[in-house]
């Protein structure tokens, strides 16, 4: 039995203000991380699904960045407005956020 359907990582790793690649703390991902966990909970998905604090995800430049698995999907620019489409539409629904997603193409321009 799998533990959890869905893993959602998102990081919180902070810099010092001014460093080059900035970092998603300093754009809320802990406030995005906390409505996460409530909106889970709140809709009874907390059995199935887990949101945790990741550290640096190497995608600075494209924060806040999230991660979920097992599909491994790469969200990136997420603000707390982004939270509930990616809690309705990917999450409950199976079917990711196109309009949030970080692609390949978009990696390998940072
Ligand atoms: S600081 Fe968030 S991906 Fe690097």
């Not at 809320?28 to 995800?57: D, F, P, Q, W």
């Not at 969200?75 to 390949?104: A, F, M, W």
Request: glycine residues 6%; proline residues 4%; contains cysteine.
């Amino acid at each position: 039995m799998k533990r959890f359907e869905k893993h959602i990582f998102i990081c919180e790793n902070r810099r010092p203000e001014g460093h080059p690649r900035g970092c998603c703390a300093e754009k809320n991902s802990t406030e995005i991380k906390e409505l996460l966990k409530k909106r889970i909970k709140e809709l009874g998905l907390n059995t199935s699904v887990r949101a945790n604090t990741a550290g640096c995800l190497d995608a600075c430049e494209h924060g806040v960045t999230i991660v979920i698995y097992p599909e491994q999907i790469w969200y990136g620019k997420i603000t707390i407005d982004d939270v509930e489409e990616i809690i309705q539409q990917h999450i409950i629904n199976n079917s990711p956020v196109e309009r949030l997603k970080i692609t390949d193409e978009k990696f390998n321009r940072h």
